[in-house]
């Protein structure tokens, strides 16, 4: 069996609107799919989940208030806006430090953390967090904590754009890793999360997508580190020194 990737997962629930989804039915959803996309491979165990009444606090140390936030969600206009005119993020840096997320995890308690909200809470699909983090779909954020990752997840939508996050950390995770230019020829023939070759946003089917990753970008983009990726990295290598010499 894979190594278990253990989650911190995160539920801000100040305010539900009755068609959203469960944020618990989501995530058993997705653990599920993702354990039968991978092969096993992204092998997600839920070691803490946290439900948090409050709305999360965004850049500029803005944060809604009920009345404030059902105003946006009867009208957009009402939404908060930086001075650009763009929906702000959530302060990232306030949030780890305010839960006390990285000390768990430069411990090993926690591999990843899952944020659940609704719209407007300004989560990234993705973001890398730590001492040598980089580009994960979001800007990085530099901490002293070994790297990982933050997914951000609404209750409001469904499985499908979870899975589609995923794609985006995945492309993200490969580009920089030994698989980059294996994986930029698989995407000419098969295209990007987003999109089948030549064809539209949003046209690709993200479960036959991620299905047919290889199982050792699986394993990199889920960030497992075991003897045997170990070994096929070594692998590789050697192989292309080989060649390099022949």
């Known amino acids: 069996m894979a190594k278990q990737i253990k989650v911190l997962a995160i539920s801000f629930e100040p305010h539900l609107v009755d068609s959203w989804n469960s944020a618990d039915d989501l995530m058993r959803q997705y653990t599920q799919e993702m354990g039968a996309l991978s092969d096993g ?43 650009r005119g763009h929906y702000p993020m959530m302060d990232y840096s306030v949030t780890m430090a305010e839960y006390r997320i990285y000390k768990d995890i430069q411990r090993g308690i926690y591999d990843e953390v899952w944020l659940f909200g609704g719209p407007y809470f300004g989560f990234y699909e993705s973001r890398m967090i730590g001492k040598d983090a ?7 954020l530099m901490a002293e904590t070994r790297n990982f990752v933050v997914m951000g997840f609404s209750y409001e939508r469904s499985v499908k754009e979870m899975l589609h996050n995923f794609g985006h950390r995945v492309e993200s995770i490969l580009q920089r890793s030994e698989y980059a230019a294996d994986f930029e020829e698989w995407t000419k023939e098969v295209g990007t999360v987003h999109q089948v070759p030549g064809g539209k946003d949003y046209t690709q089917d993200e479960r036959e997508w991620l299905s047919a990753l290889m199982p050792m ?10 003897k045997e990726t170990i070994l096929q990295c070594l692998r590789r290598k050697v192989d292309k020194w080989i060649n390099r010499i022949i």
Do not use: K, S
């Open 41 to 83: 491979i992204a092998n997600y165990r839920i070691v803490e989940r946290r439900v948090y009444d409050v709305f999360p606090c965004l850049d500029y140390i803005e944060q809604y208030t009920p009345e404030t936030y059902q105003a946006a969600l009867d009208n957009d206009r009402d939404a908060i806006r930086d001075i």
């Open 134 to 140: 980089y580009w994960c779909n979001a800007p990085p």
């Open 217 to 226: 970008w699986w394993q990199a983009a889920a960030h497992i580190v075991t």
